[in-house]
């Protein structure tokens, strides 16, 4: 379906032969990160920077940064300082702009622990045609996973995005019809699977266990049924070939991840999570190849089970996949600027507005319009206190917040 979107890898080995004879060569490939929101982005650099670092990761070095962070979403925002900080004691450069940051690396590191900016902040870096990868979730939305691999394919960049879950040996192995069951009938997986109020339910922290699932099953799911509880998930796909799939999120008791394989000689465990090591290596071997590890069609994939079982929870039904991607292409956007000026004045496209009337305002530009959404990019000047960009954010009703844009 969204297969011809994706013809690009060779394209971009061109592009990647003097990237290759570089690394080879003994020239340090600058990374840059963006978003230090997440204990992913200390947890990578360790390795990369490390001069001990695994052999397939020598050659790479983070050497910028661009904070980031969402200031409606404790989860993003009351981390980014600590480990923006921890960067720059490394030596680490931080940028208050992503533009300013491209000028001195060669690829990007996408870690934004939210994931409604995955979009806007990957823009400008597929624009300067860097390699991309984009940490989970790849995007808060199905249609703006689209929208990232359509921009990507159009100006041939190398770009993937994954969990680190997929790369762990035991779940490889099962992929590959390894293990002692053999070939997968149907999979059994679990992953932690806390919610935040700002992604739909699965992308903030299920998506682990989801990725983990497909890594197993592979692609071809057709429908999704979901059934949640207070401390519990159940979400039961079921594939084109007659397999079953289920992913259980535990928000109660012991948590932990893992997978059953159900094969055609045998049942058996899978293994579980191995660290962060096997990701950082993946992301390592993109980098010198501009070859994505993972087919961009999965991806979408991964998040569209992921859309379908949010309208799964709300309709109490199986929902169609093919159903959810059609809806996720003919989504329109209306994208709405809000600025913040220092003495705490609004304006919403350049025209002044009321806090007490944004709501109201942002919802006329879509009245009588189906399947679109208004998406807010928010800048503030240096010195507003976070209590206003905060307050604006709780106004913004059925509007979503894509992107804050200020000076660290």
Known sequence: MM????????????????????????????????????????????????????????????????????????????????YADELEKQ???????????????????????DGRPHLEQAKPVINAGKPLFIDKPMAASLADVLTIFRLAQEKQVPIFSASSLRFASGFQKARKGELSAGNVIGCDVWSPCSLNEKHPDLFWYG?????????????????????????????VGVWKDGRIGT???????????????????????????????????A??????TGQAPV??????EIMAFMEAAEQSKTKGVAVSMEQVLREAENETTILAHLNIATAATLTLNNQ????????????????????CRVKVILSSQKGTPIEFVQNV????????????????
């Open 3 to 82: 297969i011809r979107i994706f013809c690009y890898a060779v394209c971009s080995f061109l592009f990647f032969v003097g990237v290759v004879a570089n690394v080879l060569g003994g020239e340090v490939f600058r990374l840059g990160v963006i978003g230090t929101t997440t204990s992913h982005v200390p947890a990578f650099v360790k390795i990369l920077n490390d001069p001990n670092a695994p052999e397939q990761c020598r050659g790479f070095q983070v050497v910028a940064a661009y904070p980031g962070g969402m200031p409606d979403n404790a989860g993003s925002w009351n981390r980014v300082r600590q």
């Open 91 to 113: 030596g680490i450069r931080l940028h208050n702009t992503i533009e300013s940051m491209l000028l001195e690396i060669d690829g990007v590191l996408l870690e934004s622990v």
């Open 207 to 235: 998506i682990h266990g989801v990725e983990t699932l497909f890594t197993i099953m592979g692609t071809g799911c057709q429908s999704v049924t979901r059934t949640q509880t207070e401390g519990t998930e159940l979400v």
């Open 247 to 281: 992913f259980r999120g535990i928000r109660t008791g012991k948590t932990g991840y893992g997978a059953i394989v159900f094969g055609n000689k045998g049942i058996t465990d899978a293994g579980s999570y191995e660290g962060y090591q096997p990701l950082v290596v």
């Open 283 to 288: 992301i390592a071997q993109f980098f010198k």
């Open 295 to 300: 087919d961009p069609q999965e991806t979408i």
């Open 352 to 371: 002044p507005v009321d806090v007490e009337k944004l709501v109201t305002t942002l919802d006329a530009l879509v009245a009588g319009k189906s399947n």
């Open 393 to 408: 954010c709780n106004h913004l009703g059925n509007a979503t917040l894509a992107n804050f844009i200020y000076e660290y």
